[in-house]
């Protein structure tokens, strides 16, 4: 099993920024690719960024050139730069991991809340 715990979310103006980050209970070598997710009330599940095992680096076309995905190994840890913040980036952030191709691993979620 892999435990994920999320941290960083806030409040935070339009314009601003915020660093999320996702510790993981495993090395993340062992998992095949990590992403951030995020949730508002009455709305799908948006998927955000990716990172995979070998570092490759994919992003939603909502968040491109303002959002970094990136990770620390030795801190098993993976974090979400987030820049030039929105109000329709608020929302709960979620870290997910896959051991192989599908996420099935899931953290309990930060709020970001982005006043205009």
């Known amino acids: 099993q892999v435990q994920l715990v999320e941290s960083g979310g806030g409040l935070v103006q339009a314009g601003g920024s915020l660093r999320l980050s996702c510790a993981a209970s495993?090395?993340?070598?062992?998992?095949?690719?990590m992403g951030w997710f995020r949730q508002v009330p009455g709305k799908q599940r948006e998927w955000v960024a990716a990172?995979?095992?070998?570092?490759?680096?994919n992003y939603a076309d909502s968040v491109k050139g303002r959002f970094t995905i990136s990770r620390d190994n030795a801190k098993n840890t993976v974090l979400l730069q987030m820049n030039n913040l929105e109000p329709e980036d608020t929302a709960v952030y979620y870290c997910?991991?896959?051991?192989?191709?599908?996420?099935?691993?899931w953290g309990q979620g930060t709020q970001v809340t982005v006043s205009s």
């Open positions: 997910s991991a896959a051991t192989a191709a599908l996420y099935e691993y």
């Open positions: 495993a090395s993340i070598f062992s998992i095949n690719k």
């Open positions: 990172i995979t095992r070998v570092g490759m680096r």
